[in-house]
């Protein structure tokens, strides 16, 4: 029997979670990420647990063994139960009555297997008990082991049920399945079978698997195998996934950590309308967007919008030219970044006024950019002077 003894599992919040179910009489296990990730020895964020117990169950049970029982979900069978200061999301044993490929109507159940059956990838079905043996129901361990990213029985049937296994099937790729595998040559036909389905996701959940996906260590074989299967298209129409490998090398040579954002936008001019990101996230991708391909200099980039922004847009740049980060253009960010324009209104009044004012100081701005940030106030004084 396979077990696991993380800490994460072993811990007394864990255990006390668990021990509240079971000591009841009820089935609990740890199950999906966590235990996929402590076999792979990944790291765990979040403790997913699943009982026969019904939510009212669970609440009951850990109200009286003195918990917070939250009802983050209750309509699918969620309860975050709080302890020493860890949410673990509880989840009665489901299964699928009906399913339109964007949402499942579910029952409740009683039977482990059937919980397994619908989940998405053999490797999210494996589960763990308190004492840490993993129960595997659905033969994840093997395609774990060799780090193959299966759907559960039926490729086209599990996407049908809901499209965004779609994405999640590269995303999973990206972060755990060997790379010289290839993908799942059954599953790549079903997806290119089933890419009108797509089209029906909320824009919110495109959004937030897609930069799940492009935060794996290397996202470039599985957005490369978007583009071929015809995904990358549906998804963000116009998007080109050549630059993204080099961004990658690039990154690692300049040690600079993932940022899904940065690789979003190496992916070129894309429509994003089928993707929904924050507003800040959405001003980043379109600034990265507008300068990238604009005539701005290091300096100026720097000196605009900061040294990191300008860090980033010389990489996408040189990601896109597949040429090397070049360091003095780095130095020329940075210094723009540091430099502070050493003219102000005050100086140039009351020679300028209103709107002659303010072009004048954009005038004077440029001059000095375009000087390396070398013209004094003197010498730009001098300059305004001269009209
Ligand atoms: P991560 O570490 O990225 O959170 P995870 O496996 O925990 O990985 P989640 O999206 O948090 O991924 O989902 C938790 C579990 O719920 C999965 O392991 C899987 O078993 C199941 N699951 C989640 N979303 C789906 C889905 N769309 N279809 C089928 N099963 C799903
Ligand atoms: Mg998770």
Not at 189 to 197: E, K, M, Q, T, V
Not at 206 to 225: H, I, Q, S
Request: proline fraction near 6%; glycine fraction near 8%; charge should be negative.
């Amino acid at each position: 029997m396979t077990r696991i003894t993380d800490p994460w599992l072993m811990q007394p919040a864990t255990q006390a979670v668990l021990g509240l179910l079971t000591d009841a009489g009820h089935q609990a296990y740890a199950v999906g990420g966590c235990v996929r990730n402590a076999l792979l020895g990944a790291p765990v964020q979040d403790v997913d647990i699943a009982t026969d117990a019904l939510p009212e169950t669970v609440t009951e049970l850990a109200e009286n063994a003195g918990l917070k029982a939250v009802p983050t979900g209750i309509a699918h069978g969620t309860v975050t139960v709080v302890a020493d200061g860890m949410g673990f999301e509880v989840t009665t044993f489901r299964a699928d009555v009906e399913t339109d490929g964007r949402h499942a109507v579910v029952r409740f159940s009683d039977d482990l297997a059937e919980d397994a059956r619908r989940r998405d990838f053999t490797m999210n079905a494996l589960y763990a008990d308190a004492q840490g043996n993993v129960i595997d129901p659905l033969k994840g361990l093997p395609d774990l082991r060799a780090r193959k990213v299966r759907f559960i029985e039926d490729p086209a049937q599990r996407i049908a049920e809901d499209y965004l296994r779609i994405l999640r099937f590269f995303r999973f790729n990206a972060w755990y399945a060997d790379p010289e595998q290839g993908f799942d040559p059954e599953a790549l036909a079903a997806i290119a079978d089933s890419l009108d389905g797509l089209a029906g996701l909320s824009k919110e959940r495109v959004g937030a698997e897609t930069l799940k996906l492009l935060a794996a260590p290397d996202p470039a074989p599985a957005v490369a195998a978007m583009q071929r299967v015809g995904v990358l298209g549906r998804c963000l129409p116009g998007a080109e996934s050549r630059a993204l490998a080099p961004l990658v090398h690039l990154e690692h040579q300049h040690g600079m950590a993932p940022d899904p954002l940065r690789r979003l936008a190496s992916l070129g001019v894309f429509d994003g309308a089928p993707l929904r990101l924050s507003k800040a996230q959405q001003r980043r991708i379109e600034l990265y967007q507008s300068l990238i391909g604009a005539a701005d200099s290091p300096g100026a980039i720097g000196f605009r919008h900061g040294a990191e922004m300008a860090k980033d847009v010389l990489l996408l740049r040189a990601a896109m030219l597949e040429t090397p980060l070049d360091a003095g253009d780095l130095l020329r960010a940075d210094e723009g970044a540091k430099a502070g324009f050493p003219v102000s209104a005050q100086d140039l009044m009351p020679a300028f006024k209103g709107p002659a004012l303010g072009a004048e100081l954009v005038r004077l701005e440029a001059l000095w950019i375009a000087s390396g940030f070398r013209l004094s106030r003197d010498q730009l004084l001098d300059l305004a002077a001269k009209g």
